[in-house]
């Protein structure tokens, strides 16, 4: 026999993001399973609902990664890996497929394991998660920017799901930890950006960039930037561009071919002309040692640049929240999303991280009102 509470239960949901649209769909799911009434449930934002989840994946909301092991998913996150194994394990991305699959999205799923809905359109996704919200009729979309704690201080349970943007004041409202907010998958700033050719992309061994008018940018480099997120500027990298020794036989095969013709075998002719420059000659005059330099890029980053998904690494201090995302300074307290300190690499992982946060603190916050 369930026992509720007997007064009135406010929530407050702080963000009406994707974590915080989802959690709150759950939280109405499990109140209707166990006919509880006795609530009111207010989501606060200071912008439109979901307006996040509309550029994601390019505009086609890339809703999670269909890779299969947990322990393999969670690596995908520099940083929150470890964190993420038991909420990966009570609410996997399969799990989330099978939700929006539930509420009218169809998903398709890519070659290198990106999900997407077969709208191709994440406005669809958007449109069915505001749909099922509104089904219930008991969630309270309200307009306002909460600053701090004390904007929510009458609410009985209080979620705080607001992104990284903009957020360590509320972080720290409530005496937690905030790790300093870094930009991550975004583009890099390059030194001698001018020497490459500008919108020129390349498939590298390290994975597929293409150079800016700024740098470089594209899924490679997202990938540095939040493996370097906290690193300080100016920083090296190096990509390898092909096999060296490839480039080796072909020299040996073609000797009196310039080196650019032969470099451009394996990436596109105006970046080979411009790691040669001005010593483009015949390829049997260059050294091995040479030919083994041509094979990697070696950039120096001067900063971050502003294209990319730019997702934000930093946030809500994890020792300090326990398996479900609750406060262990404040027991009717939970935070969620990418107000933590766990970010991800593109392939739908920031995304999942939503989901399976949103989920499990829903799941929470119910049980510790509804007491069995």
């Given amino acids: 026999m369930a026992r509720f509470y007997p007064s009135n239960i406010k929530i407050a949901i702080v ?3 994707p974590c915080g649209i989802y959690c709150a769909i759950h939280i109405l799911d499990e109140f209707k399973k166990n006919n509880f009434k006795n609530f009111t449930l207010d989501i606060f934002d200071k912008s439109q609902v979901l307006r996040t989840i509309l550029p994601t994946g390019n505009g086609r909301c890339n809703i999670t990664n269909s890779i299969d092991d947990i322990k393999d998913f969670a690596k995908n996150y520099p940083r929150g890996e470890k964190f993420l194994y038991s909420l990966f394990y009570k609410h996997s991305n399969f799990d989330s497929i099978d939700f929006f699959n539930s509420i009218g999205i ?3 799923v890519e070659p290198d394991g990106r999900v997407f809905p077969k709208s191709q359109n994440s406005k669809d996704v958007k449109d069915k998660l505001l749909n099922k919200l509104k089904s219930y009729d008991k969630a309270n979309l309200i307009n306002k920017k909460i600053n701090s704690k004390d904007d929510i ?3 009985d349970k209080i979620i705080v799901c607001a992104g990284s943007r903009g ?3 509320l972080i720290e409202s409530f005496s937690h930890t905030c790790i300093d907010f870094k930009k991550a998958l975004c583009g890099l700033k390059i030194e001698n950006s001018s020497i490459f050719p500008k919108g020129v992309s390349v498939k590298s061994l390290d994975g597929d960039f293409i150079f800016t008018n700024e740098g470089v940018s594209g899924p490679l480099i997202f990938k540095i930037s939040s493996l370097n997120a906290y690193k300080n500027f100016p920083y090296d990298i190096e990509i390898k561009l092909f096999q060296a020794d490839d480039l080796i036989k072909l020299v040996e095969k073609y000797p009196k071919k310039s080196i650019s013709n032969l470099i451009s075998n394996f990436i596109p002719k105006s ?4 790691i040669v420059a001005n010593d483009d000659k015949n390829a049997c005059e260059v050294s091995k040692e040479k030919l083994n330099l041509y094979s990697k890029l070696k950039l120096k980053v001067l900063s971050s640049a502003s294209c990319g998904e730019i997702v934000n690494a930093g946030g809500v201090l994890l020792d300090e929240l326990d398996k479900n995302c609750k406060s262990k ?4 307290l939970w935070f969620c999303g990418e107000i933590l300190n766990i970010d991800g690499f593109c392939g ?3 995304l999942q991280n939503c989901w399976s946060c949103g989920y499990v603190v829903a799941k929470d916050v119910v049980s510790s009102i509804i007491k069995k």
Avoid: I, M, P, V
Wanted: zero cysteines.
């Fill in 348 to 350: 739908g992982f920031n």
């Fill in 153 to 155: 201080l009458d609410y």
């Fill in 329 to 332: 300074l404040n027991d009717n």
């Fill in 271 to 274: 970046l080979a002309k411009a």
């Fill in 15 to 17: 963000g009406a993001g």
């Fill in 167 to 169: 957020t360590k004041q």
């Fill in 106 to 108: 169809e998903t398709t």
